[in-house]
């Protein structure tokens, strides 16, 4: 794998001090745009919200390498009225092991889905077990226990000496942070035993560290690692929810406590090794946390997480193909020509605001580019998500307008040309991300059901 600075394009041009620079593999752009060309012509993205397409679409423009389609019931395009014109059409999900959506979508069309077997999924993304990948391949994790579902009346046999408090997991994933929860003493983590009794458990030691996600991609030949972000959990005014993932921003080794970020990266590339040895290919997700500088593995999201469209447009900045297009080669190819480029991260960021209650809502902002004045978000000029200006925001829909939504649910996602919350376990949003929430949120008020 070769090492190459990044040079020309947004990445000279970003003005960042020279500090915010960061590793990040890839496939330089115009040579994946030609691999993309000689192997599909069109890419049909499954998702409920387009916004990650929306964030690789700039390297897919105009008479350049295969189409890009996103599909969803949040934008004017559900795909049926496309009218499939190519023989050589593939799909990609978001999370194509959420359920049969995706799956049936795409034999319906007689298309391909770009995505792991099923059975591997679910094994990488059990929260159980996946401490086997973790083992295999050296990565450290929190202390942790094994909860049986049944005979479990006493909490305390399940807390060891010298834990002050424990996080309490189910093993499914896609659970928006309703799977995980904090116990803070005996009692507590009793309560958490009893309220999903019947179920195995993964009791582990809390750690008061910073949480960060690295995306990567498991290709036949290689794992590709890319950008690393600051993961916000458990927000105040975004979330009720402890565990609930409420954005990202990107990061730099300079962020981080010294080697934290390597550290990071090759903890991701050897979890997708031990993918690629059980048959992964494809994009996933790795969450951590950092204990001073040293990362300890929470869990695999075998899949695209939400903070891809950042990912996405730190590539764009380092002159490399998208991780979408990745994906559709890693899955289409024995082999990719992969390199690390240093190259500067861009100062990206994005919030997650989630229901605070069950509900019906009122209106929820249109998806689209908004400027604010004042104190109100108001609609302004398209922009993607790699040259959004200060002072603007791209807001995407995670739902419809008048749909009845329990607390926790995501609603909208806000992201922005800038850092959104200071870096600690407990961010607090900045200035202007909190301006920007308020602003948003006044437009989805409805009544509490």
Known sequence: ???????????AESGLPPQRLAKIDGIRLDQGIAMLEAAVDEIYWLDRSPFLAASARPSFRAGRGPQLHACSPLSNTDGDGLGIRAARAVCVAFAPEHGPVAREWAAARALPLLAPDPAMSAFAADKLDVLAVFAAAGIEAPEFVRVPPNGRADATKYWRDGWEAVVVQRRENNLIGRGTRLARDHAELQECLDAWAGRELRVGRYVDGLPVTVTACVAGNTTIVSAVSHQLVGVPGLTTVWGAHCGNQLVAPTDLPDGAYDAIRTAAARAGDQLR?????????????????RPLAIEINPRFQTVVSLVHAAEQSADLLPSLGLHVLACLLPELPVQTVVASVPPLGQLVVHADRKRQLGALPESGTYARHRDIAMRGESRCLADLPVEHALVWAQTQPGTTVDEGDELILIQLAEFV???????????????????LSACFEGPSC
Not at 1 to 11: E, F, N, V, Y
Not at 277 to 293: A, C, K, P, Q
């Open 277 to 293: 040895r059980r048959g992964y290919r494809g994009v996933f997700g790795m969450d951590l946390v950092l204990e001073r500088n």
């Open 1 to 11: 794998m070769r090492i190459s600075q990044a040079t020309g394009g947004a990445a």
């Open 421 to 439: 919350a200071t870096l600690q376990v407990a961010p607090r949003l900045t200035a202007a991300a909190s301006d920007w929430v308020t602003a």
